[in-house]
């Protein structure tokens, strides 16, 4: 059985990682679980950076495997932001609300056909003998002029499925697994280390 940190303190996001490795041979553990350890400093310029940044610094910490995501919104009528930056948009601890409140500011004046955007997010799997694999995944969607749905968290409840014809905000878990950028990263890095401890186990 492996030993794999989660480098989140979000529970949700620990929950669903655990039922995306649950045929693996592996126990996951959060970080509340390996003790008090000083965060890492998210100062990547890319998803994939901040990603390998966070699994490497906590697999350094706990001498464990670890693995990390960085996921965000990308807006092509903003250039791609808010990018890295999704969770402090608005400034550092502003809030989701707030985050939406500026997004929806910054295309007041943008109309409904050039409002594409995508959530992307970038998994890390980092072992302290050396293995670093990486998986990602998106979605593609567009943004909203009024939240809708009550469920999910961020900028959920504004970014519109067009397939589906509802928000993020407003689908199942179940759902929202099937189609969000974490759910396809999660599969892709499920299918890597399945690959990587068979090729690597010890009989």
Request: aromatic fraction near 6%; hydrophobic fraction near 40%.
């Amino acid at each position: 059985m492996n030993d794999i940190v989660v480098a989140s303190g979000n529970k949700g996001k620990v929950a669903e990682i655990v039922v995306a490795l649950a045929a693996l041979p592996v126990r996951v553990l959060s970080l509340a679980e390996v003790g008090a350890l000083a965060e890492a400093e998210e100062n990547g310029q890319t998803f994939e950076a901040n990603a390998v940044l966070k699994a490497t610094h906590y697999s350094l910490l706990t001498g464990k495997p670890c693995l990390a995501d960085d996921s965000g919104l990308e807006v092509d009528a903003l250039g791609g932001e808010p990018g890295v930056y999704s969770a402090r948009y608005a400034g550092e601890g502003a809030g989701d609300a707030a985050c939406n409140r500026k997004l929806l500011a910054e295309l007041a004046d943008v109309p409904p056909e050039q409002r594409s955007a995508r959530f992307r997010c970038v998994l890390a799997y980092v072992a302290p003998e050396g293995v670093l694999l990486t998986a990602e995944g998106s979605c593609e969607g567009q943004i909203l002029f009024e939240p809708r749905g009550e469920g999910g968290f961020g900028y959920d409840p504004l970014f519109y499925l067009p397939s589906l014809g509802k928000t993020m905000a407003e689908l199942s878990v179940a759902e929202k697994n099937a189609v969000s950028h974490r759910g396809q990263a999660l599969r892709n890095m499920t299918m890597k280390l399945a690959r990587y401890f068979h090729e690597n186990r010890r009989d």
